[in-house]
């Protein structure tokens, strides 16, 4: 249990390091959100509470250490601590819920949801930056958001497989008296 705890820690570092230090991944200034992708594997194979914790954790140690993000109207940095936590918490926890629903064989559907969670992700923050900080500009939603989507979603067939082998597809243990019938059963 507590090796669990620690390689999904480091899982975490290792996205975050993917996203913001090596540059290999970067699409001129777009870059894929290698934390949401963790996020929704999470979501898929072990539930929504796991998902909502490995964002959380993930979107604040992106928003601590960044801290800002460029405002291509005002070309300055500003800081947004926490949108991206709130986002990813949100998207993280929805994503669980409908994870019932979704074959997770099906490679095309996890990309689907990829870039619904990283679209939802930024139109989340987008929203929150409005409301808080009332400097954000809809030209971010089709100039960011959707290229960033779009891009993690591609990239995430790659790494759902890398974490695929990192993190066995066993999902969450069915309690209750289904999960002992089943358990019987075997």
């Keep these: 249990m507590i090796l669990e705890k620690v390689v999904i820690a480091i899982a975490i570092f290792v996205s975050y390091f993917f996203q913001t230090s090596v540059d290999f ?11 949401l992708i963790l996020t929704v594997y999470f979501a898929l194979y072990r539930g929504s ?3 909502l ?12 250490n960044l801290g800002g993000y460029t405002n291509l109207i005002k070309q300055d940095l500003q800081f947004y601590v926490g ?7 949100i998207v993280g926890f929805v994503a669980g819920k409908v994870s ?3 074959n997770k064989e099906a ?10 969670a990283c679209f939802v992700k930024g139109v989340i923050m987008f929203f929150t930056v409005a409301i808080f ?15 960033e989507a779009l891009f993690t979603a591609i990239l995430s067939i790659v790494w759902f497989r890398l974490l695929r082998w990192a993190f066995p597809t066993v ?11 089943r358990r019987i059963g075997q």
Aim: a neutral charge.
């Design 53 to 64: 914790w490995i964002g959380f954790f993930g979107g604040l140690l992106q928003d601590v």
């Design 171 to 181: 999902e969450k243990s069915v309690s209750g008296p289904q999960g002992i019938i």
């Design 100 to 102: 019932r629903d979704i």
């Design 107 to 116: 490679t095309s559907l996890i990309v689907i949801v990829v870039f619904l």
């Design 133 to 147: 900080h009332s400097s954000a500009h809809a030209s971010s939603l089709i100039t960011i958001v959707l290229p």
């Design 83 to 89: 949108t991206s936590a709130l986002a990813k918490t």
């Design 25 to 35: 991944f970067a699409l001129g200034s777009i870059k894929p959100d290698f934390l």
């Design 49 to 51: 509470f796991s998902a």
